[in-house]
């Protein structure tokens, strides 16, 4: 298993690759987000591309059918095809105007594809503020984070933590979000919470087990990971994370030389290169 191999497993978790995509460079794309919505679809067999025909033959005999709509555009946003799957939901939110649903599952499929602005104006369609969504709310923040807009993504997650308190998803959301602007303080504040909860998964873990590793306390981060990774490539993780933070050091005592320099930067930036 090579090097960077192995790091993306470490980091394949969804909040971790949006949100380091958002300011930190690399594909700006936003996979399945803690917290999902709008989405249940593919089912045959769990097979991505039988579920693409099968969704596809149901919406193509009837274009107008909000639920073959929704199940294909998850079908297509699943097996990569960004582009597409916010193409047919958009046609399908023409046909039925106001189907919140098919809005959160277009702005989704926007966020996907990049388009930001247009994702969280959607987002912001799919629900009221007499009936919020919770997990609408919190895309919403991951949206704001791509864009830099992290004092107001809290705010979201704030809002979507007063519906369900303690809901791991938004946590782990918020966490990174404080991640981003290098306050490891606070992003392992939140994450230790999500982390706490019988309802923390795999990607909550790992996000968790990358704050804590950020911050040098390498053996605590590779305990965190090996719930979920085999011990020896958890231990390959957190030793490429360890030999990637002595190189930036030394860099940065290089770079620190220079007048006009900053100290303390967080190599988050090279975490999350897509292969």
């Known amino acids: 298993m090579s090097k960077q ?41 769990s097979d991505p591309q039988r579920a693409i025909e099968t969704y596809g033959e149901r919406y193509r005999a009837n274009p107008k059918d909000a639920d073959a709509a929704l199940a294909y555009g998850q079908a297509l946003r699943v097996n990569g095809q960004r582009a597409q799957a916010a193409a047919v939901l958009e046609q ?110 795999a990607k909550v873990r790992q996000n968790l087990g990358l704050v804590v590793g950020l911050q040098g306390r390498f053996a605590e981060a590779e305990q965190i990971v090996k719930a979920d990774l085999p011990p020896d490539e958890a231990t390959a993780n957190v030793a490429y994370l360890r030999e990637m933070l002595k190189g930036r050091d030394k860099d940065n005592n290089k770079d620190n030389s220079r007048p006009g320099r900053s100290t303390g930067n967080i190599p988050v930036a090279e975490l999350n290169r897509p292969d």
């Open 92 to 201: 399908a939110c023409i046909s039925n105007p106001g189907n919140k649903p098919l809005l959160a599952g277009w702005g989704r499929a926007l966020a996907d594809n990049g388009n930001f602005q247009q994702a969280f104006d959607v987002l912001s369609r799919a629900h009221t503020p007499e009936n919020p969504d919770w997990r609408i709310l919190s895309v919403q923040g991951t949206v704001l984070d791509q864009m830099g807009r992290h004092d107001e993504a809290r705010r979201y997650y704030t809002s979507a933590l007063k519906i369900v308190p303690g809901e791991p998803s938004v946590l782990s959301n918020l966490g990174m979000s404080y991640m981003l602007t290098k306050d490891l303080p606070k992003a392992e504040e939140a994450l230790r919470q999500a982390y706490a909860s019988p309802q923390a998964n």
């Open 5 to 45: 191999s192995g790091l993306a497993r470490f980091l394949a978790s969804a909040a971790v690759t949006a949100l380091l995509a958002a300011g930190l460079g690399g594909c700006q794309t936003m996979s399945d987000v803690t917290g999902s919505i709008a989405s249940s679809a593919p089912s045959p067999d």
